[in-house]
């Protein structure tokens, strides 16, 4: 059939080519799944990034939705209305984004459940309102109420009222039912008494009604208010659910994606490996049907083959012919070929290298990623402190106020007025020092930021401003005072670091004991490559135990001592806002302390040491 060489040479080309095509339609087949597949991915990408966007506005959305009620930030109710916008915004983005999948009608009950739940909020804000405007009629309409009811000057009415008056407190504070039904059955002992008595007149009588109508109001908006809250808190957690159940299948479709796509490679694999067969065996046929005058360069391509095979990628078809002999052809077209594969393995080992470098960054963003989470658990547990602290000796006062409350009304029920001027004068000391207490928080809330640009500060000129708030216990304790380091310089906030000064002074100040010749050191030394800044004194000194206590909240190491026991922590917040770190020397009971601080430095100047007098 196939006479000569050239036909059964041209006929077995014929059947690679074939085979070629057919590869070469496979591999455009296969390509262009994985080209749309990608694309898919990359969609889904997109949307499950949109629902974590989504879901971490909306927890953002619940914490300024709870600061609105309990009022802890003025301008809440704007950051709540910036996030609703942020929400609907990024809805609108994730819906679009979605077309296609199934996430549009999920996106859709989510977009219902926020309009409800803004609808709620809405009705709950109100009604919060409504309730205050409520509490302020209730007061006002007992007060009328009592106000009436002294006026009849009869002594029996007396003890009803004021447990009239401690049911009311009651049901202010908690809202319950049973609170409000015996305020209720109060309301109407009292009018039956009158009633008894003969001293129920229309003016007394309205008195009563105008204040059970105004109670019942008020207890219906309170049942309104939590039946809305029921509903709002069910749709907060039906949003939640419901977002993260898109977001949980949004990524189980991705992963399908990707097991599709490994899918699509792997039979792309399989048919490379069979279209390299079929070219492997065709080439045998064809080195057994040509004559001997190709077997030359045939042999030239095989042992270029199986240089490749064992490594040396350089070695290239040499035989030297005539350029039109097919053979020939095929050697400088394998020749090409290694050349291109040579330079497909370089870009290949230059995308694994990139390869390598994305998973060390993405090893790194974990690491960093860690660092943050144990960060956040260092600030929670310090946040609990704080709050146990503040609580706690917040409580005291309280405590002391409640208790002498109830003197207050023994004494003036039996009209003792020289103790209850005694339980008045406690009530006001007990209230004096919750608003120390409270001050000296706020002020430890406010330095979270510097309230003023830093600037270049000589140290000396702080010292000075810092002596002369103190010069009036520094005097009175006849205390010497040395600067040293006059001509270094501090950058930072000065308001900020005089108080920083002030705080120690004070401190040391009250610390000093019974020490004969008080002394005060300030100045700073070079540490290596920062500068320490201190404070020194002569005074009770410190034990090792206290070195980090006292600088904690309310911490104070006699109870005696005058004061909130919030200096320190003052202190050590500023010095952590402005980067530095600050910590006490002692070497013990009866030796005095240094208390040590760094700022970043910026300038700084040789040390010489002054004795200034106190600014009186």
Known sequence: MFRTINQKFYTIAGVLVVLFCLSYVQVAYF???QTRMAAQGEQIIGVERDIRNLLNLFFRLRYWGRA???????????????IMVQMKSQLSTARTRSKGTFIPRELERVAQLLATYEQDFNQLIQLNTDHRLQRTRLDSSYQSLSSSILAVGSLNFLKPLLVAAHFQMGYVSNHQQTEYQALQVVIDSLKSKFAQANLLDERLDGYM???RRVLEEDFSINQRFKTIAQQFNTTSVALTELINAISGQAETLLNEEFMAAQTIRERLKFSFLMSSTLSALALLLILMIVARKIVRPVRSVARVIRDIRTGKTASRFDFTGTPKDEIVQLGLTFN??????????????TYQKELEAKVQELAARQQEREHLIDALEVKNAELERFTYTVSHDLKSPLVTIRGFLGFLEEDAAIGDLPRMKTDMARIAEATEKMQWLLNDLLELSRIG???????VIALEEIVREALETVSGHLNAKNVKIKIAADRQLLYGDRQRLREVFENLLDNALKYLGAQPVPEILIGARSA???MVYYVQDNGIGLAPPYREKIFGLFEKLDPTVEGTGVGLAIVKRVIEVHGGRIWVESKGIGHGSTFCFTLPAKLGSDAQQTVYPVVA
């Not at 930021?449 to 600037?455: D, F, G, Y």
């Open 209 to 211: 009604d105008s204040y």
């Open 528 to 530: 290596g490559d920062e």
């Open 336 to 349: 090409d070929m290694l050349d291109m594969l040579e330079q497909k393995n370089s870009q290949l080992i």
């Open 68 to 82: 609105v009620f309990t009022q802890d930030f003025p301008d809440a109710e704007r950051h709540f209305g910036q």
């Open 31 to 33: 390509i262009n799944q």
């Open 449 to 455: 930021r510097l309230m003023h640009p830093p600037e």
